[in-house]
Structures are given as structure tokens and as C-alpha cells.
């Protein structure tokens, strides 16, 4: 869940590394998210479930009401907050739903709080579980800076009640079928405590700059993949424009100049393979800026916003569809079309069918028999950093796909 707290848990993979992003993300207004609405509406119906003692299904059909927005309980969100449930309940201990623990000691920022999801007191361990919903990126439990600050946290709280030895953090992604656990002895979550209050103390410092200052430029702000991702000021931070284009053009750019000149001629630049992984390291941040400037171009111009040199213009249209299904069908009946003209049909996906598994539609003993007709095409490959956890293709040198050919007698080849 999210909190006020500038020095927020949820935030920390940010401020921890850049903690100039403290202010200049102030300046920036959080904009509202249709995935974020819905995993608040999922985080809703896991907490009334887990305190009410119900399966997620006793909820079918039901409205939760985010902001402006009903969403509705179908069989796709019960099935998914059913194994966070399933996983949640499967430790024993005290439970506690929607904890809201104090984190001032951890941040030392006043009044700070962070709310976990569930937390459980078991005998000589503290269990923090946190309920992603989202499908887009798979999220760790190791080394996951917020759920150790959470940790802190309910150390502060509770370890009176208890000789707590452990600490266990746990990520449900039900949509990614992804659960994640690391354990954590005391020690290291206390040596980690020392880097946040390192942390939080430079957050401070940068708080005294303007956010357009050489200070918080150059002191401050710190570019990288890890803290820029989902970062609300990545449009506006000069240290990662400055990041990308100078990476770009090999050499420090002006970015208060035109700077398509000086990349144009990065490309005519001759490298190894060890520069060619160094670029590429910083290939996924230069795409998120990429599509950050366009974004709040876009933004700007649409409110009236002059950006020299570009202005907006109509797109490419959507599809052709009809203003109105029923009477459509009606004038394509008065046609004396017949059916397969009037309609397209189609087999359902293997996707489609799953869902209909799920709401129980197609029961287990019939599951088994679509099973056995479901294929599915190998990824293409792809490039990874050298830490990611799928294993390395095999590939072949491309020498190997030649046979070797030797010359005879009188130079023929043999």
C-alpha cells in the first residue's frame, strides 16, 4: 500500500539511490493509473476476505468502489486473491491485515508510517507479506528495500512480545503465479538500517536545494534503471537527460542546445563487445526517458503549452466499428444474409478456456482432456543481463554450421 511519507517503504528503491528524486518528484502530480485502481480494488477484496475468514469467491459479483470507479469481482480477480489467501493462511501465527507500523525510527522522519498487507507474529519469527497484483514486471522478496524497512519497522513494535531470530519476506504475485521468500537474520536487517538512515540523512540535505540548483544536479540526483523506472520526474530531471544524451553521443552534451547534430555521429563510432554490453547496460533506462519526453511534450501541448519546433496533429484512426450493434443486425437480417455471413466465429483460445476453468465453467476431469491439445511456441531469444535467472541458450558458433574442406594432391579440394 502506498504512504505519505516522502521517505515512503514503497519508495525506497528510489530515494535510497537518488535522493535528489525526493524533491524534484514533488513537483510532479501523481497521475492517476487504471492498473494502480485495480490493484487497489484487489488489495481490498484480499483484506476483507483474509478478516471476514471467506474464500475470495463468497465475493463474486461484488463492486469495490476506487475513487470514481466500481470494479467488479469476477472469476479472473477471485481465482488470483484466492492464492495469495491460500498462501497467507498456510502460516501460522497471530495475524494482522492492513498493519500500519511506525517507520520514524527507520527514516527518521516525523510521523512516517507504511502499511503491510499481512503480517504475521509466528513463534520466534516475523512474517511481512505483500500482495502484487500487477502482472507487468515479477518482483523479488530478496533484497527488497521496502519490505525491509516494513521489517524494521514491526521490530520496533514488537520485539518485546517475542526473542524474534528471523525475519521472512514474502512477494504473492498470483497473476504471475510468482511467489518469492527470503529470510533475513536480525543482523542483516539491522546493518541495512544503517544505510537508510544514510539515506534518509541525504534526502534531507537535498531538501535545503531548489530542484533546478548545480547542487541538486550534481550532488543529488544519481541516474540508473533501478531508481529512474518509475519515476514521475524522469522528463524533467536534468542528470538523466544529461545521462542519456552524453551516453548516446560518447561526450558530454549541452542539453540547453539542439543535441541531434552531436548524436548523429555517435553512430559512426567503432567498439568492442565490452563497450557494446556497457551501452546496452544503459539501453532500458534511455527508452523509459525516451518515452517520459514524449509523454510530457504531449502533456504540454495539449493544455496549450507551446513546444517550439512540434505541435500536435491527428493520429492514425482507430478501427472501423459499428455506432450501433442491434440495428446493424437488423438491417444485415432484412439482407436475408445467412448466419456464417452475417457473423465471424472462431474457437476459443487456450487462454479463454483457462478462465472458464477457473470460474469452474470446465470442470477438472474435463481440464485434463484440452491439456494434452495445448502447444505453445519457444521464446525467441533474447538479451538479458548476465544476472537474470533463465538459463543462457546454447549457441552454436557459427563456424560449426561449415564443413571443413582440404585441399588433394594438385590443389583440388578433397
Not at 38 to 67: F, K, M, P, Q, W
Not at 111 to 125: F, H, N, S
Not at 145 to 172: C, H, K, P, T, W
Not at 219 to 230: K, S, V
Amino acid at each position: 500500500m502506498s504512504e505519505h511519507a516522502k521517505m515512503s517503504p514503497s519508495s525506497a528503491h528510489r530515494w535510497l539511490r537518488c535522493p535528489g528524486s525526493v524533491v524534484l518528484g514533488a513537483t510532479c502530480p501523481e497521475e492517476d493509473n487504471e492498473f494502480a485502481s485495480e490493484g487497489t480494488a484487489a488489495h481490498e477484496l484480499a483484506a476483507t476476505a483474509l478478516e471476514s475468514g471467506e474464500d475470495a469467491s463468497a465475493y463474486l459479483g461484488r463492486d469495490i468502489y476506487v475513487a470514481d470507479r466500481a470494479w467488479t469481482v469476477n472469476a479472473e480477480m477471485a481465482s488470483a486473491i484466492q492464492q495469495y489467501l491460500d498462501y497467507v493462511r498456510s502460516i501460522a501465527g497471530k495475524l494482522m491485515v492492513e498493519h500500519r507500523t511506525d517507520i520514524k525510527a527507520v527514516t527518521g522522519e516525523l510521523d512516517a508510517a507504511g502499511t503491510l498487507d499481512a503480517l504475521i507474529l509466528a513463534d520466534t519469527e516475523v512474517v511481512v507479506v505483500d500482495l502484487k497484483y500487477g502482472r507487468g514486471v515479477q518482483v523479488d522478496a530478496r533484497d527488497n528495500e521496502q519490505l525491509m524497512i516494513y521489517a524494521l519497522g514491526v521490530l520496533a513494535e514488537f520485539d518485546f512480545l517475542n526473542d524474534y531470530s528471523r525475519v521472512r519476506l514474502s512477494i504473492v504475485q498470483p497473476r504471475l503465479n510468482h511467489i518469492s521468500e527470503w529470510s533475513y537474520e536480525l543482523a542483516e536487517l539491522y546493518e541495512f538500517a544503517k544505510r537508510v538512515k544514510v539515506g534518509a540523512e541525504r534526502c534531507v540535505s537535498a531538501a535545503r536545494y531548489p530542484p533546478d540548483s548545480k547542487e541538486m544536479h550534481e550532488e543529488y540526483l544519481a541516474p540508473g534503471d533501478t531508481q529512474c523506472r518509475w519515476c514521475r520526474a524522469k522528463a524533467i530531471c536534468p542528470a538523466l537527460a544529461g545521462y542519456v544524451l552524453s551516453t548516446m553521443s560518447d561526450d558530454f552534451v549541452d542539453v540547453t542546445k539542439p543535441v541531434a547534430p552531436r548524436i548523429e555521429h555517435a553512430v559512426e563510432r567503432t567498439f568492442s563487445n565490452i563497450i557494446l554490453g556497457n551501452l546496452l547496460g544503459s539501453v532500458d533506462l534511455i527508452e523509459t526517458w525516451c518515452k517520459a519526453i514524449r509523454a510530457k511534450a504531449e502533456a504540454e501541448l495539449l493544455v496549450g503549452h507551446p513546444v517550439p519546433g512540434y505541435k500536435l496533429v491527428e493520429g492514425r484512426r482507430g478501427a472501423r466499428c459499428w455506432s450501433d450493434d442491434k440495428e446493424v443486425e437488423g438491417i444485415l437480417k432484412a439482407m436475408r444474409l445467412r448466419v456464417e455471413e452475417m457473423y465471424d466465429m472462431s474457437l476459443i483460445s487456450p487462454t479463454t478456456a483457462d478462465k472458464l476453468r477457473k470460474a469452474g465453467t470446465i470442470g477438472p476431469r474435463q481440464w485434463p482432456k484440452l491439456q494434452r491439445c495445448i502447444t505453445q511456441s519457444a521464446g525467441k531469444p533474447s538479451v538479458a543481463l548476465e544476472s537474470d535467472k533463465r538459463p543462457a541458450l546454447v549457441i552454436a558458433d557459427a563456424a560449426d554450421d561449415f564443413d571443413v574442406l582440404t585441399t588433394g594432391e594438385g590443389g583440388n579440394l578433397a
